[in-house]
């Protein structure tokens, strides 16, 4: 059997999930044809409602978001989101994601590893969890 130049090896990859009109990129405008989000919904599923938070962050008495952060042991600092009210987990996760840190609940406040305190304000801003 004589043998195959690297060069002569084809591979079969599957196609992409998703098509790219490579003219339309030159043209400065790629458009994707693929709608991934119409494909995987439930058809009796309700609409999803965009923009209203199932948790709240009660701001202080001078109207600032209720962010600080406090050095722990070790010389290492946390940020602590406090007076959250309704699904604390869903914004714990949400946070951790946008900051890529881990952290945690405890009663009613949030705790994040690292000094995030203008991110995290910047966030609550944002995304309207601030009430």
């Known amino acids: 059997m004589p043998k195959q130049k690297k060069s002569e090896i084809v591979i079969d990859k599957p196609a992409p999930r998703h098509s790219l ?6 043209d400065g405008q790629p458009s994707f ?7 995987n919904q ?4 309700a609409p999803a409602v965009v923009g209203v938070a199932a948790c709240k962050v009660k701001r202080t008495k001078k109207g600032n978001p209720p962010v600080e952060v406090r050095s722990v042991f070790g ?3 946390i940020t602590i989101v406090s007076n959250v009210s309704g699904d604390a987990k869903e914004l714990l996760g949400n946070l951790k994601k946008a900051l890529g ?3 945690e609940i405890k009663s009613s ?8 305190e203008r991110k ?3 966030y609550l801003l944002k ?3 601030l009430h």
């Open 21 to 26: 009109d490579f003219a339309a990129l030159f």
């Open 120 to 122: 995290v304000k910047e």
């Open 127 to 129: 995304n309207s969890y």
């Open 101 to 103: 840190t881990g952290g």
């Open 75 to 77: 010389g290492r600092k």
């Open 109 to 116: 406040s949030i705790e994040l590893q690292g000094d995030h």
């Open 42 to 45: 439930h058809p009796n599923a």
């Open 33 to 39: 044809n693929h709608d991934s989000a119409s494909e």
